[in-house]
């Protein structure tokens, strides 16, 4: 075939598919009339043969058609000029996007006959429909939803978009700019309008326009689905990252003036060019309304508490010599929830004075509309006898005087056992110095390391135990380095054999010291380590742990080895004064534990104190009875839901309730009523719950779920109860347990305003505790009987 430069042709190859499985190839001349011809919807009539080429593009140079997944197989077709023969009846045939070039095409005048397997000559068959040549391929990208092409001169097109008006560079000549600019102008917020209007309907820009038909858009054909970002498009708001910065200093305790540090104003300038960086004074105030905001959350939360609330109070120096007074507020929610905030952080100009630690309560109470709600006070530190009356005088006046006052605990529990655990290391304190150079010796070489791992293999010591150095400000560290090096002491006895420069090896004396010392750590060590769980535990948890230290060192001291009475006689003594500081309160909270109640406690007193057990007996039962009837005497005031419960409810009523009331209170009277007819029969509710048996001893047992579900039997003794189960052992938080220095606060924070001070850390310790109040595991315990 001889190809004509004069003409451009191409040639329209067409499979067609008979009903007898017979394939027949159609090849139609195309004439173009353009340098680029595009037909779409092409339709061929011929003796009730229906042919439709669709979206077929025409090259204007000389092109070879080269069909595409099509199999022809031999078939006799001819065609003449006027009319077209194929065999099937009846048939549609439509060719979808295929680009096809005749590079040889010989035009003939007459009706041509199609061999099989050649190409064909053609004229323009008669019929044919061609499309307008101006009119082009319809565009798929998604940006030109927004923009329109326009032509500027000769040869040159830019792209317009619609919304703000810009044009971009499109096409100059035959060079094609492409479509990234005009997305990025659309994706990446730069347009304004879209800007404006992503924010208003926070919608993707890669999004596809909602379109509504009309009357005449009916049947239109599916509409073509448009792809949307991996990634939905988030406007830039500079309030919201303003936020986040107040968010990250308060959570991380990062300096205020951070914002103000080159390094940090550049690596914000980098990820965000359009963001201000805001001044200390600026984020200062955003820290503060951070505060204020979850303030807000947390008093709503108060006001709707049931019960009575419990504070603790952790004096805090600082090197201007003034103090600052950690108050910390436990309570049980209206869902008998257990929660634990740090209320106020309040300055104290003269923290040694009888009257520091009553003006952080008395301030406490004020601030949160608390008075009248005080339950108990845990305090961290020994107190000067004007202080406690201080103390009791403000319970007495803002709280009725549960218990003459000994619902005060002088004695903080993580601090108390921090006190005896360094007064037996200083016992002991020449063979912790040698177990601690021991350690270092193996520890800071790798050499000396390797040395004494392969002895530890040569003699077959089965301890899992590492060696690792102590923390002089955290007990436990020295506790875990004891416990660790006395169970690879053979290696230590052994190292001097295979590295002469190992000098100090502790005798069998000071490893047998090591031992007791730590048999009776780890007593302190395990009930301290419960205050280190992110679940708050109940008070009569540690009564469990409390009485069986206190018999275990009563026994120990009684001891007649040397050894042992040097250790524990300082600690059963020291010990012992803990506990009868708080036996008490933690005796009347395990026999709100319907495992226990009062079983446990007479059990305990008799090993602890033998033939003088009944008097401490008696005394705890003439407590609960005492305190059991302040609570029916003096019953809670409503909290505001319960008042609206009532309000509520009086309306319903004389609205037609069933039960109308002349006063318009309901059955509010009725309560009134039954309340002051039945006070004498209240009086035995806990009578009756100290008769019934005591339930099955499961280690995993929510005691509060218990009296949360057992209220409506015993309503007057589940208030005492929540209010006993929540009060505090401690006044510090879980990572500062095995604190053995007090705390300080840092020269930067006491440069800060006392305002600002009590925003952070009240906010942080808000934000960290949503998260860690969601816990309701059980916490699992062994019991001693």
Same mark, same amino acid.
């Given at each position: 075939?001889?190809?004509?430069?004069?003409?451009?042709?191409?040639?329209?190859?067409?499979?067609?598919?008979?009903?007898?499985?017979?394939?027949?190839?159609?090849?139609?001349?195309?004439?173009?009339?353009? @340098?680029?011809?595009?037909?779409?919807? =092409?339709? %061929?009539?011929?003796?009730?043969?229906?042919?439709?080429?669709?979206?077929?593009?025409?090259?204007?140079?000389?092109?070879?058609?080269?069909?595409?997944?099509?199999?022809?197989?031999?078939?006799?077709?001819?065609?003449?000029?006027?009319?077209?023969?194929?065999?099937?009846?009846?048939?549609?045939?439509?060719?979808?996007?295929?680009?096809?070039?005749?590079?040889?095409?010989?035009?003939?005048?007459?009706?041509?006959?199609?061999?099989?397997?050649?190409?064909?000559?053609?004229?323009?068959?008669?019929?044919?429909?061609?499309?307008?040549?101006?009119?082009?391929?319809?565009?798929?990208?998604?940006?030109?939803?927004?923009?329109?092409?326009?032509?500027?001169?000769?040869?040159? !097109?830019?792209?317009?978009?619609?919304?703000?008006?810009?044009?971009? +560079?499109?096409?100059?000549?035959?060079?094609?700019?492409?479509?990234?600019?005009?997305?990025?102008?659309?994706?990446?917020?730069?347009?304004?309008?879209?800007?404006? *209007?992503?924010?208003?309907?926070? $919608?993707?820009?890669?999004?596809?326009?909602?379109?509504?038909?009309?009357?005449?858009?009916?049947?239109?054909?599916?509409?073509?689905?448009?792809?949307?970002?991996?990634?939905?498009?988030?406007?830039?708001?500079?309030?919201?990252?303003?936020?986040?910065?107040?968010?990250?200093?308060?959570?991380?305790?990062?300096?205020?003036?951070?914002?103000?540090?080159?390094?940090?104003?550049?690596?914000?300038?980098? $990820?965000?060019?359009?963001?201000?960086?805001?001044?200390?004074?600026?984020?200062?105030?955003?820290?503060?309304?951070?505060?204020?905001?979850?303030?807000?959350?947390?008093?709503?939360?108060?006001?709707?508490?049931?019960?009575?609330?419990? %504070?603790?109070?952790? $004096?805090?120096?600082?090197?201007?010599?003034?103090?600052?007074?950690?108050?910390?507020?436990?309570?049980?929610?209206?869902?008998?929830?257990?929660?634990?905030?740090?209320?106020?952080?309040?300055?104290?100009?003269?923290?040694?004075?009888?009257?520091?630690?009553?003006?952080?309560?008395?301030?406490?109470?004020?601030?949160?509309?608390?008075?009248? !709600?005080?339950?108990?006070?845990t305090i961290n530190q020994s107190l000067t006898d004007a202080a406690v009356d201080n103390l009791k005088a403000l319970l007495s006046v803002k709280n009725?005087?549960?218990?003459?006052?000994?619902?005060?605990?002088?004695?903080?529990?993580? !601090?108390?056992?921090?006190?005896?655990?360094?007064?037996?290391?200083?016992?002991?304190?020449?063979?912790?110095?040698?177990?601690?150079?021991?350690?270092?010796?193996?520890?800071?070489?790798?050499?000396?390391?390797?040395?004494?791992?392969?002895?530890?293999?040569?003699?077959?010591?089965?301890?899992?135990?590492?060696?690792?150095?102590?923390?002089?400000?955290?007990?436990?560290?020295?506790?875990?380095?004891?416990?660790?090096?006395? /169970?690879?002491?053979?290696?230590?006895?052994?190292? &001097?054999?295979?590295?002469? @420069?190992?000098?100090?090896?502790?005798?069998?004396?000071?490893?047998?010291?090591?031992?007791?010392?730590?048999?009776?750590?780890? #007593?302190?060590?395990?009930?301290?380590? #419960?205050?280190?769980?992110?679940?708050?535990?109940?008070?009569?948890?540690?009564?469990? /742990?409390?009485?069986?230290?206190?018999?275990?060192?009563?026994?120990? +001291?009684?001891?007649?080895?040397?050894?042992?009475?040097?250790?524990?006689?300082?600690?059963?003594?020291?010990?012992?004064?803990?506990?009868?500081?708080?036996?008490?309160?933690?005796?009347?909270?395990?026999?709100?534990?319907?495992?226990?109640?009062?079983?446990?406690?007479?059990?305990?007193?008799?090993?602890?104190?033998?033939? /003088?057990?009944?008097?401490?007996?008696?005394?705890?039962? @003439?407590?609960?009875?005492?305190?059991? *009837?302040?609570?029916?005497?003096?019953?809670?005031? $409503?909290?505001?839901?319960?008042?609206?419960?009532?309000?509520?409810?009086?309306?319903?009523?004389?609205?037609?309730?069933?039960?109308?009331?002349?006063?318009?209170?309901?059955?509010?009277?009725?309560?009134?009523?039954?309340?002051?007819?039945?006070?004498?029969?209240?009086?035995?509710?806990?009578?009756?719950?100290?008769?019934?048996?005591?339930?099955?001893?499961?280690?995993?047992?929510? =005691?509060?779920?218990?009296?949360?579900?057992?209220?409506?039997?015993?309503?007057? #003794?589940?208030?005492?109860?929540?209010?006993?189960?929540?009060?505090? =052992?401690?006044?510090?938080?879980?990572?500062? =347990?095995? &604190?053995?220095?007090?705390?300080?606060?840092?020269?930067? !924070?006491?440069?800060?305003?006392?305002?600002?001070?009590?925003?952070?850390?009240?906010?942080?310790?808000?934000?960290?505790?949503?998260?860690?109040?969601?816990?309701?595991?059980?916490?699992?315990?062994?019991?001693?009987?």
């Open positions: 075939m001889e190809a004509s430069a004069e003409n451009n042709h191409q040639l329209v190859s067409v499979e067609t598919q008979p009903d007898d499985a017979e394939m027949h190839t159609v090849s139609v001349e195309l004439q173009p009339t353009s @340098d680029e011809l595009q037909s779409n919807g =092409v339709e %061929l009539q011929t003796n009730g043969v229906e042919l439709q080429t669709t979206n077929v593009e025409m090259q204007p140079a000389s092109l070879e058609m080269q069909p595409t997944n099509l199999e022809m197989e031999p078939a006799n077709i001819e065609m003449q000029t006027a009319s077209l023969e194929i065999p099937p009846a009846h048939l549609e045939m439509q060719l979808t996007n295929f680009e096809m070039h005749s590079p040889n095409m010989e035009i003939q005048e007459a009706g041509l006959e199609l061999q099989p397997g050649s190409n064909v000559d053609m004229q323009m068959p008669l019929g044919i429909e061609t499309q307008p040549p101006s009119k082009r391929r319809k565009k798929k990208s998604i940006v030109w939803e927004h923009f329109t092409i326009e032509n500027v001169g000769a040869g040159c !097109r830019r792209a317009c978009c619609k919304q703000c008006k810009q044009s971009f +560079a499109y096409s100059t000549g035959s060079k094609v700019a492409g479509t990234s600019h005009l997305k990025r102008h659309i994706a990446k917020g730069t347009c304004p309008v879209v800007l404006r *209007n992503q924010e208003n309907s926070q $919608l993707s820009p890669y999004s596809a326009p909602s379109k509504v038909g009309g009357p005449g858009r009916l049947n239109d054909a599916p509409k073509r689905r448009y792809r949307t970002a991996s990634v939905p498009y988030f406007a830039f708001d500079s309030d919201r990252c303003r936020h986040e910065i107040a968010r990250m200093i308060i959570m991380h305790n990062y300096p205020l003036h951070i914002v103000e540090h080159p390094g940090f104003i550049a690596f914000v300038k980098n $990820l965000q060019p359009r963001f201000d960086m805001v001044s200390f004074n600026t984020v200062q105030g955003d820290c503060v309304a951070t505060y204020l905001r979850e303030k807000q959350t947390l008093q709503r939360l108060l006001e709707g508490i049931p019960g009575r609330i419990c %504070l603790t109070l952790d $004096l805090w120096t600082s090197s201007q010599t003034v103090g600052y007074v950690f108050v910390t507020g436990q309570f049980i929610d209206s869902e008998w929830k257990m929660h634990r905030k740090i209320l106020n952080v309040i300055m104290e100009p003269y923290p040694e004075s009888d009257s520091a630690f009553s003006h952080s309560v008395a301030a406490c109470l004020s601030d949160w509309n608390m008075d009248g !709600r005080l339950i108990s006070l009725p005087n549960l218990l003459g006052g000994q619902l005060l605990l002088g004695n903080c529990l993580a !601090r108390s056992f921090s006190s005896i655990a360094q007064e037996a290391l200083r016992g002991a304190q020449e063979t912790v110095k040698k177990v601690r150079n021991s350690v270092k010796y193996v520890k800071t070489s790798e050499s000396h390391e390797e040395k004494f791992l392969e002895l530890k293999q040569q003699l077959q010591v089965p301890s899992a135990k590492s060696l690792a150095l102590d923390d002089q400000t955290q007990w436990n560290t020295t506790y875990e380095m004891l416990l660790g090096a006395s /169970e690879l002491k053979e290696v230590f006895s052994c190292l &001097d054999t295979s590295d002469p @420069d190992y000098k100090e090896a502790p005798s069998m004396e000071d490893w047998k010291l090591v031992e007791t010392l730590t048999t009776y750590l780890k #007593l302190l060590f395990d009930t301290a380590t #419960l205050l280190t769980t992110p679940v708050i535990p109940t008070t009569d948890t540690f009564f469990h /742990e409390i009485w069986k230290i206190q018999l275990e060192l009563a026994r120990a +001291a009684s001891i007649e080895d040397p050894i042992i009475s040097s250790i524990t006689r300082p600690l059963q003594a020291n010990f012992d004064k803990y506990w009868k500081s708080c036996c008490l309160i933690l005796a009347i909270a395990v026999v709100m534990d319907p495992r226990f109640k009062m079983k446990l406690v007479e059990f305990s007193f008799n090993k602890i104190y033998g033939d /003088e057990a009944a008097a401490y007996i008696k005394s705890v039962e @003439d407590g609960i009875h005492e305190l059991f *009837n302040e609570y029916v005497q003096l019953p809670l005031p $409503l909290t505001p839901t319960y008042v609206d419960e009532i309000n509520g409810a009086s309306i319903k009523q004389e609205d037609g309730g069933p039960f109308p009331s002349s006063n318009g209170l309901g059955l509010t009277d009725f309560d009134v009523y039954i309340m002051e007819s039945t006070s004498q029969q209240s009086k035995s509710e806990l009578d009756q719950y100290l008769e019934e048996s005591l339930l099955p001893r499961v280690h995993e047992f929510d =005691v509060i779920g218990w009296w949360k579900l057992n209220k409506s039997k015993y309503p007057t #003794l589940s208030k005492m109860a929540r209010d006993m189960l929540s009060v505090p =052992v401690s006044t510090v938080g879980p990572d500062l =347990v095995f &604190d053995t220095v007090g705390k300080e606060m840092d020269r930067y !924070r006491c440069s800060l305003r006392p305002e600002t001070v009590e925003a952070l850390i009240c906010a942080k310790d808000w934000l960290q505790r949503d998260m860690a109040e969601a816990l309701t595991v059980p916490i699992k315990m062994d019991f001693p009987i």
